[in-house]
């Protein structure tokens, strides 16, 4: 320690601060944490045996949820192999949209518990191609399920609508979503 002191006192002033640091992390008479590192990493077999499990319980969850708002507002919703919940309010006889067909919708996004996300009236309808554009996978599931002139309400599960992180707005991490999608529009992409 006396030496460290004694380089301190002699090192140049345009050297200084960087020697001096370099002298004093070298005068620690502390041991190195070391961190421990597992010895084994998880196979995929063993990753996939401990998710699996985990995530349908989660699906499951969610899906009671999603049960449990429709008994509560007496809704008579069909439901599709994906996990999507819609019903039909005003029925339309325009066009069925297919992948890669333009949409205009005007919509109404809450959360189960009736939170107001997003809204068309406020934000302006929406135009996007379906299977395409960035939106939620549920949305474009959706819109396929109607023809141009319907109204619909469509409870998506989270991961078919903003997944575990939300949309890092107003949509919190692993939300149902509730949409009244108007499907004002389809034509055929140029």
Same mark, same amino acid.
């Given at each position: 320690m006396l030496l460290c002191? /004694?380089?301190i006192r002699t090192i140049p002033a345009m050297t200084g601060c960087l020697?001096? /640091?370099l002298i004093l992390s &070298?005068? *620690?008479n502390r041991q190195p944490q070391i961190r421990s590192i597992p010895q084994q990493a998880l196979t995929e077999k063993q990753a996939k045996d401990e998710?699996?499990? &985990?995530?349908?319980?989660y699906v499951k969850q969610e899906e009671d949820e999603i049960k449990q708002y429709i008994r509560q507002h007496k809704y008579n919703m069909l439901s599709t192999p994906t996990g999507i919940y819609y019903m039909i309010i005003r029925h339309g006889e325009g066009t069925v949209p297919e992948v890669k067909n333009i949409v205009k919708?005007? /919509?109404?996004?809450s959360l189960l518990d009736g939170t107001l996300c997003y809204d068309s009236k406020r934000d302006g309808p929406k135009e996007f191609m379906v299977g %395409? *554009?960035? %939106? %939620? &996978?549920?949305v474009h599931q959706a819109v396929q399920l109607m023809h141009q002139g319907d109204k619909g309400l469509f409870i998506i599960p989270s991961y078919l609508a903003m997944g575990l992180v939300g949309d890092h707005d107003k949509i919190p991490p692993g939300a149902v979503v509730v949409y009244e999608i108007d499907l004002l529009a389809v034509k055929k992409a140029d």
């Open positions: 002191k /004694y380089f020697a001096a /640091y &070298s005068c *620690d998710l699996i499990p &985990s995530h349908r319980m919708v005007t /919509y109404r996004i %395409e *554009d960035v %939106e %939620e &996978s549920g």
